[in-house]
């Protein structure tokens, strides 16, 4: 029972991005043209209807995002998804003074420490951040078929 759990972790792992969508619904379609380069959409003949932006909780595989992406994409109605960027951002930050760890006590160096560092024994004094992959992507569908849904 539980090799079984652990298969399908996976499998709800990749369930569980947090895709989020800003734009306009149209009727759903079976396939989406997938680019990373703006010259393959002719920007005279499609018109961009919404915007995508996933920021995982984990480090999924770039390729489970690109297939989530284009599943709510499908759903929503776009022809051509544009893959935008992948970028770090900040998910918190602390630092060594935080009140919400509290500030560190320097303590004494044991005599093993004293060999090695020659002096008391080391905190961070840097600032540490954990950070998240954020991805962005642009869909876009043919301006004819948007007009006519809309009722242009």
């Known amino acids: 029972m539980k090799k079984m759990l652990f298969a399908l972790l996976p499998l709800l792992l990749a369930g569980c991005l947090n895709v989020e969508y800003t734009g306009r619904k149209f009727v759903p379609q079976d396939s989406v043209k997938f680019t990373r380069n703006t010259a393959d959409i002719p920007l005279d003949d499609y018109t961009m209807i919404g915007k995508f932006t996933v920021a995982p909780h984990f480090n999924p595989h770039p390729y489970e995002v690109e297939e989530a992406v284009l599943e709510k994409s499908r759903e929503v109605g776009g022809d051509i998804l ?71």
């Open 82 to 152: 544009l893959f935008v960027s992948a970028k770090a951002a900040p998910r918190s930050a602390y630092t060594p003074d935080s009140e919400e760890f509290g500030k560190p006590v320097p303590r004494k160096a044991s005599k093993a420490e004293q060999k090695i560092l020659h002096e008391q024994s080391p905190l961070p004094q840097r600032h540490a951040a954990r950070l998240r992959q954020v991805y962005e992507f642009k869909l876009y569908k043919k301006t004819s078929e948007v007009n006519r849904q809309l009722g242009f």
